[in-house]
């Protein structure tokens, strides 16, 4: 998955790419973007990589 991430200002910015929406492992849900687990981005906070974990759903 594509995902962009950017400081601007005080404000964390996130851009992904939306998918077609598949069944969650619950099965509960669509799920329509994902990281599928953490992601290091290119924002630095106090010196240190900003991480994602990005989930995007729709109940079916």
């Excluded at 964390?12 to 069944?23: A, K, N, Q, V, W």
């Excluded at 106090?46 to 079916?60: Q, R, S, W």
Aim: hydrophobic share 40%.
């Amino acid at each position: 998955m594509a995902i962009e991430a950017k400081i601007e200002g005080n404000k964390l910015i996130i851009t992904c790419d939306l998918e077609e929406p598949t069944p969650s492992a619950s099965g509960k849900t669509l799920v329509v973007a994902s990281t599928r687990g953490n992601m290091k981005t290119s924002c630095i906070i106090d010196g240190k990589p900003l991480i994602i974990g990005l989930n995007a759903y729709v109940y079916k």
